[in-house]
C-alpha cells in the first residue's frame, strides 16, 4: 500500500496542499504532533492512496499548483514556502504477519534563502523572505549540531523546535532515516557569494552520520500500546485523584492512537475513496463555479461590446488594476469632445449653408419674375456672397476640427494596438491566470470597439457633409438666371464644367480615416522582414512608434542612419495597401525610460548571465546600479581611461554593501565623475546627468538613473561592437528628430515615385516632421483616387542633431470601403469645392452688379448734374414767372378797377332803369290822358308819332349802349381767358418743374410750398374773378333777353298798318311792362304833356 501527503510551510504555517480548492482551513494551520509509535506527524494531513506512477505525479503537480509562489528581482516564479512530499510504502504479509514492514519518504524542496537588497523584496514579499531566512537558519543550526554530535561531542542540544521546518524534518534529519541534499548553485561571478554559503551549508550536512533500521509493523504497533496504556493510566489516575483537570486532550490522543491501530489497508482505501470523491465534488463545483464565472465574464464582455461606450470598458479594465490604463481616459475623452465639436461645427456649417440657398433661392424667384437689378437684388447678392464666405469660413474650421479628431485618433489607436500585442505576447509567454486573459479579453475588445466607434463615428461625419453639400443645381440655375455678360459668364462656366468632368467616386478622407488602421509598426505585426534601411541595420527593429512591442524594439530608442546625409531611408513593404496616414516620432536614445533600460542591458549580457525582473528598473536599487557598473567597467572596460581609479572595496558588492553611507556615497560620486569623463572623451553632446549619489542611495530621481544606467550600456556596448560594422548610427545619443522629409512610393521595389502635392502645377510634396524627440506628430497621406502601394520609402531632408525617427503607417486594404463613405457628396472636398465655387459665382455677380449699379449711378450723377443746370434754368423761369405773376397781379389790379368801374357804371344802370320805371310811370299815366285826347281829336296823332320817332331814337341809342357793353365785357372774357390760359400753362411749367425737382433734390421742397401758397393766393383770385365774370354774364345775358324782346316789340310795332290801327294804349303797356321787366335802361328825362 502507498500514500502520500504533500505539506507546505508558508510564513512558519503549515498547509496541506492536496486540500481542495474551497473547504475550510484552520486559521493558524495544521497542529505538528509527536507520539511515540507514530513519530513527529502532522495531525489532519490527508493520505491518498495512489496505485500508478501518472497518479503520484498528479498529486505531485497539484501540490506545485496550490504552492505560493512570486516575482522578485532574482527570480520571476521564486518559490515563498518550503513543501514537503511524503510517500508511504506499507508491505504486508497475508501469512505472517510479522513480516509486516512500512517505511516513509519525505522529498523536501527548500526555499532558497533571500537578500532583501538583491531581491527587492518589499511588504508581504519582505515578510515572506524573513520566514524564509529564518527557517533556513533554524535548520542551518539544526545541521550544525548534529555535525557536531556526528564528530563526538555528547552534550549538545538539538533545536528542533525552533522552526516548524526543522520539527517536520526532525526524523529525516537525526532519526531511523537515510538523508540527500541537493544544492542548487549559479556558476555566475555575481552570485559566488551565495554558491560558496550554500556548498559550506552543504558540506556541513553531509558530516551528520544516520543509523537507519527495518521499520517493523509489530513493533510499532507494541509501541502504540505501550503509549495507549500509558495515557489510560494518566487519565486514570486523573479520575481517581478527582483532580478537577481538562481530560480531553488525552481522551483524543487516545482514541487517535487506537483508530491508527485498528485502521486496515482497507480503510485506508476507503478513506481515500471518500477523499477523492469529495474531491470530485469539489472539483466539479469549482468548475461549475468556474463555467459561472466565465459565463458572467462572457456576458459582460457581451454588453460591454454591444453598449460600445468605451469609457465604461476603460473603467472595466482599469478595475482589474490597470493603473497603466489611467491615461487613456483623457484621451478617450478627448477624442470624444473633438467629435462633438465636429458636429457641433457641421450644424454652424448648415446654418450658414441654409442661410445663403435661401437669400440665392429668393434672388432666383426675382431674377425669373423679371424684378432683377434692383437694389433689393444687389442686397440678396451681398447677403448671400457674406454668407457663403462665412460658410466658406466655417469649412475651414470644420476641416481643422476633423484634422484634430483624425490626428486624435491616429495618437490612440496604435498606443492601444500596441499594449494588447504586448500584454497578448506577454501571456503567450507566461501561463495564464483568469484575471490576464480577462485583461487580453478586454483590450482585444477595446480594439474593436475604436475601429467600429473611428468607422461609425466617420460615417456620421460623412453624412453630415452629404447635408451640406449636393448644391450643384442652385450653381446651374444661378448662372442660367445671372444677368452678367459672356465675358464675366464664361470662366464660370468653364470652371462648373470642369467641377462636373472631374471624377469623386474614389474614397474620400472621411473613408480613408473610417478605414485606416496601423499597419502594424508599433504592434509589431509588420515584421523585420517588412522594413528595408539603408545602413544601420541592427537599429531597424527600434523604427516602430511607441518603441512597438517585443524588448529588442525599444533598446535605442529609434532609428538613424550612420550618415547625416540626404539620400538614407526607411522603406517599408505594406503588401498593396491604400496608404491614408502617417504618424513619425523622433529618437530618444537615452531618455531615462525604465522600459528602454532593460532592452539595452540586454544587448550587452551574455545567454548565461541573469536578467533581473522588469520591475527593477522602476526603481533601480543599488546592486542593479553597481551590476551594471560591473558589466559596463569589469567586462568591456567602458569607463577607462580615468581618474582616480576605482578601489577594491568598490568592485566587490559585498565589501559595499557591509561599509557605511560615507562609503557609499564616495563610490556613486566617482562612478558619476568617470562616466562623465568618459562621455566627453566621447564628444557626445546629451544634458548633463542630475543626479547625485544621495539621489542612488535613496532610490530617487529614477529617471536620471536609468539615464545613467543607459549611458553605462551605450559605453559598454560600443566597446563590444568596435568590430561590428553598420552600427555607427546606434551612437548617436543627442535627442534627434526630423523635420522635414519626402515620401515615395513603388509597385516592384524598382521604379519609384515621389508623393507630389496637388494643384496645376505639382511637384514634390515635402512633408514637416515633429517638434522634438517625444512628440508624434501625424500627417493625412489622403489624395483623390488614391491607389494601393506595395512599398512605401521615407527620405529625411531636414533633421535636428540627426535623421532619427520612429514610425506608424496608416492604411487598409482597397475593397473595403463601405458605399456610403465613397459617394461624393459626403466628401469634404466636394463640399469645400462647391462652396468656392458659388462663392466665386456669387463673387461675380455681385461684382457685376455693382459694377452695373456704379455705371447707373455715374449715368445718374450726370443726370444729376444736367438737373443741376435745369434746376438753374428753372430757377430763372421761376424767377421770370414771379415777375410775370407781379405783372398779372398789376394787370389783376387794372382790371379789377376797371371792374370796379363797371360795376359803378352798372349803378349807374340801375340808377337809369329807376330813372327810366318813374318816366315810365308818367308815360303810362301821359297815355291815358292821350288816350282821352286821342278820342278828343286826332290832331295829336302827329305828335304823338313825333313822340315815337324820339322814343326810337331813344332805343337806338340804347342799343349802342347796350353793345358797347358787350365790347366791354367780351374784351373782358378774352382777358380772363388769356390769364386763364396763361395760368394753365404756368401751372403745366410749374408742374414739370417740380417733378424735376422732386426726383433730383428735397431741398426745393421749402420752394414748391412757397409757389403753392403763391398758387392758392392766385387761384382764390381768379376764382374771385372768375365768379365776377359770370355775374356780368349772366346781367349781360339778361341786357341781350331783354333787348331781344324790346327788338320783338319794336318789329311788331313797325309792323302796324296805320297809325289807326295801333293799339297805343297796349302798345304803351307792353312797353311799361318791359321796363318793369328789364331794369337798368337810361331815361333821356323827357316828359309827354297831355294835351
Known sequence: LICCSFLEIYNEIVFDLLQPKGTAMPAGGLEIREAKGMGVYVKDLQEIVVDTAERLQHLINKGFAHRATAATQMNATSSRSHCIFTIKLHQKDDHVSANNNFS?????????????????????????????????SALGNVINSLSKLAAGNKKVFIPYRNSKLTRV???????????????????????????????????????????????????????????????????????????????????EQI???????????????????????????????????????????????????????????????????????????????????????????????????????????????????????????????SQAEKKVASMSRELDVLTAAERQLEAAIAYFLPLLRQVAAKVKLVQDDEPKDAKQTEQEQILALMVRQMDGHRASAWNKIAEDH????????????????????????????????????????????????????????ASEHLTEKHIKVTSNAPAACCARLLGGTQKASSAFGGWTPNADTKGEYIQLDLCNSVVSGLSIQGRRPVSGSPDQTGPLLEKLLESSDPRPPGRLYKRPPVRLIHDVFMIAHARFHALDPGEPNFSPSHLDYDQLNKADRSAKVEFFDLLLSRLKQALEAKSWTIPPLKLTASDILGGKN???????????????????????????????????????????????????????????????????????????????????????????????????????????????????????????????????????????????????????WRQLQREEEEKSLQALAAKSQVEQQLQDALNQIKKLRKENQDMEHQITEQEQKLVDADTEKLRLTVEREKTEVQVKALEDKLTNSSENVHEATGKVRELEDKTEEMQSTVQDLQQQLSVLTEERDLARD??????????????????????????????????????????????????????????????????????????????????????????????????????????????
Open 104 to 136: 516513509k519518504m519525505n522529498l523536501v524542496d527548500l526555499a532558497g534563502s533571500e537578500r532583501a537588497s538583491r531581491t527587492g523584496a518589499e511588504g508581504s514579499t519582505l515578510k515572506e523572505g524573513a520566514n524564509i531566512n529564518k527557517s533556513l
Open 169 to 251: 524534518l526532525q526524523e529525516s534529519l537525526g532519526g531511523n532515516a537515510l538523508t540527500t541534499m541537493m544544492a542548487a548553485i549559479s556558476p555566475a561571478k555575481t552570485n559566488c557569494e551565495e554558491t560558496l554559503s550554500t556548498l559550506n551549508y552543504a558540506a556541513r550536512a553531509k558530516t551528520i552520520k544516520l543509523n537507519a533500521c527495518k521499520n517493523e509493523e509489530a513493533e510499532h504497533l507494541s509501541k502504540l500500546e505501550e503509549e495507549v496504556e500509558m495515557l489510560r493510566a494518566k487519565l486514570a489516575e486523573a479520575e481517581g485523584a478527582k483532580i478537577e483537570i481538562d481530560t480531553s486532550r488525552y481522551q
Open 255 to 381: 482514541a487517535e492512537m487506537e483508530r491508527f491501530m485498528k485502521q486496515t489497508w482497507e480503510d485506508k482505501e476507503r478513506d481515500t475513496q471518500k477523499h477523492e470523491e469529495e474531491r470530485r465534488a469539489l472539483e466539479q463545483e469549482a468548475l461549475r463555479i468556474a463555467e459561472r464565472a466565465n459565463a458572467e465574464h462572457q456576458r459582460r464582455l457581451k454588453l460591454l461590446e454591444d453598449n460600445g461606450d468605451l469609457e465604461l470598458t476603460l473603467q472595466e479594465l482599469m478595475s482589474l488594476g490597470g493603473e497603466a490604463f489611467s491615461t487613456w481616459q483623457s484621451q478617450i475623452t478627448d477624442i470624444l469632445e473633438k467629435e462633438q465639436k465636429v458636429t457641433m461645427q457641421c450644424r454652424a456649417v448648415a446654418v450658414c449653408k441654409d442661410a445663403a440657398l435661401h437669400d440665392v433661392d429668393t434672388w432666383l424667384e426675382r431674377a425669373q419674375s423679371d424684378e432683377a437689378d434692383t437694389a433689393g437684388d444687389r442686397m440678396l447678392l
Open 466 to 521: 452629404r447635408n451640406l453639400g449636393n448644391f450643384v443645381e442652385k450653381i446651374q440655375g444661378f448662372l442660367r438666371c445671372a444677368q452678367m455678360d459672356e465675358k464675366a459668364k464664361a470662366p464660370l462656366l468653364k470652371e462648373m464644367k470642369a467641377f462636373e468632368a472631374q471624377s469623386h467616386n474614389g474614397p474620400g478622407q472621411e473613408a480613408c480615416i473610417a478605414q485606416g488602421i496601423p499597419m502594424g509598426m
Open 702 to 852: 529614477t529617471v536620471e538613473s536609468n539615464r545613467m544606467l543607459q549611458l553605462l550600456c551605450y559605453l559598454a556596448l560600443q566597446k563590444k561592437m568596435e568590430t561590428e560594422e553598420d552600427t555607427a548610427g546606434i551612437f548617436k545619443l543627442e535627442e534627434q528628430w526630423v523635420t522635414k522629409f519626402t515620401l515615395s512610393f513603388s509597385p516592384d521595389g524598382k521604379s519609384w515615385a515621389p508623393m507630389m502635392s496637388e494643384g496645376d502645377k505639382p511637384k514634390v510634396r515635402v512633408f514637416e516632421g515633429p517638434g522634438n524627440g517625444q512628440e508624434v506628430k501625424y500627417l493625412s497621406l489622403w489624395a483623390p483616387m488614391l491607389k494601393p502601394i506595395r512599398f512605401l520609402r521615407l527620405t529625411p531632408t531636414e533633421w535636428h542633431a540627426h535623421p532619427g525617427l520612429r514610425l506608424e503607417v496608416f492604411g487598409f486594404t482597397e475593397g473595403c470601403t463601405s458605399a456610403a463613405l465613397t459617394e461624393p457628396q459626403g466628401r469634404l472636398d466636394v463640399v469645400q469645392k462647391q462652396t468656392t465655387l458659388m462663392r466665386r459665382c456669387l463673387a461675380a455677380a455681385s461684382t457685376w452688379a455693382t459694377e452695373k
Open 982 to 1091: 396763361s395760368e394753365e400753362e404756368l401751372w403745366e411749367l410749374l408742374n414739370e418743374k417740380e417733378d424735376q425737382l422732386m426726383d433730383t433734390n428735397q431741398g426745393y421742397v421749402n420752394l414748391t410750398d412757397q409757389l403753392n401758397e403763391m398758387r392758392e393766393e392766385l387761384e382764390e383770385k381768379i376764382d374771385e374773378q372768375a365768379q365776377l365774370m359770370e355775374e356780368l354774364g349772366e346781367r349781360n345775358q339778361l341786357l341781350m333777353d331783354e333787348t331781344m324782346k324790346l327788338r320783338e316789340e319794336l318789329a311788331k310795332y313797325r309792323q302796324a298798318p296805320t297809325v289807326a290801327h295801333v293799339d297805343v294804349p297796349n302798345l304803351l303797356s307792353s312797353i311799361a311792362a318791359t321796363g318793369k321787366a328789364v331794369q337798368g335802361l337810361p331815361s333821356d328825362g323827357t316828359e309827354e304833356s297831355t294835351a
